[in-house]
Nanobody
Framework: QVQLVESGGGLVQAGGSLRLSCVASGGTSRDLTWGWFRQRPGKEREFVGRISRSGDTTSYADFVKGRFAISRDNVKNTVALQMNSLKPEDTAQYFC????????????????WGRGTQVTVSS
């Protein structure tokens, strides 16, 4: 069973940056498609981005394009979400997720989930 643990959340001012990390244990991360989701207060969980098994392909939600970037390290079994130019509306609980097969932007296509890390952006 793959277990995911996120880290790196915190409080940052608008315009600032944060880097979230997620480490996988109990499996080989190179076989997984990784994704990041978030849940803002009072909202449904939403797709942020994903990265292919090889790391060659990434896709992002429109609201983070050009500001966020996902990368992976298959040796360390980690995936990172670099968040730049943060806005107050980026305040959310951020979750990493992993899929054994191809995954889309739908949370239903991911098999494993972390517990999340809180990101708060002050104005």
């Amino acid at each position: 069973q793959v277990q995911l643990v996120e880290s790196g959340g915190g409080l940052v001012q608008a315009g600032g940056s944060l880097r979230l990390s997620c480490v996988a244990s109990g499996g080989t991360s190179r076989d997984l498609t990784w994704g990041w989701f978030r849940q803002r207060p009072g909202k449904e969980r939403e797709f942020v981005g994903r990265i292919s098994r090889s790391g060659d392909t990434t896709s992002y939600a429109d609201f983070v394009k050009g500001r966020f970037a996902i990368s992976r390290d298959n040796v360390k079994n980690t995936v990172a979400l670099q968040m730049n130019s943060l806005k107050p509306e980026d305040t959310a609980q951020y979750f990493c997720a992993a899929a054994r097969m191809f995954a889309s932007s739908s949370s239903a296509t991911f098999d494993y989930w972390g517990r999340g890390t809180q990101v708060t952006v002050s104005s």
